[in-house]
């Protein structure tokens, strides 16, 4: 069965970057809509960024400005850039993937198991 593996995710003060990957481990429908959500301790799973196979972004307003995605649809890779990361960002990043971004809100399509990113202050 085929897996999204997230990388890239650690321990960062605040103000500093990083940079999170997510790859399929096989063949998926370049057509999906892939993006990034989060969830920390308490709270419930929210999208951070989404981007569509033409290249259309949505992104929250909690991270506009800086965060940044972007894709490659030859190899069904999504990247997350995060920039002057703050301690509210601190949460399990999970990489996504699915037909809708509907589908995506509901859970549904193709999960990674999350990668741990811990901002300090």
């Known amino acids: 069965q085929v897996q999204l593996m997230e990388s890239g995710g650690g321990l960062v003060q605040a103000g500093g970057s990083l940079r999170l990957s997510c790859a399929p481990s096989?063949?998926?429908?370049?057509?999906?809509?892939m993006g990034w959500y989060r969830q920390s301790p308490g709270k419930k799973r929210e999208l951070v960024a989404v981007?569509?196979?033409?290249?259309?972004?949505d992104v929250s307003d909690s991270v506009k400005g800086r965060f940044t995605i972007s894709r490659e649809n030859a190899n069904n890779t999504v990247w997350l850039q995060m920039n002057n990361l703050n301690p509210e960002d601190t949460a399990r990043y999970y990489c996504?993937?699915?037909?809708?971004?509907?589908?995506?809100?509901?859970?549904?399509?193709?999960w990674g198991q999350g990668t741990l990113v811990t901002v300090s202050s």
């Open positions: 996504a993937a699915a037909p809708t971004i509907v589908a995506l809100n509901n859970g549904y399509g193709l």
């Open positions: 096989g063949s998926v429908n370049s057509r999906n809509i």
């Open positions: 981007i569509s196979s033409d290249g259309a972004v």
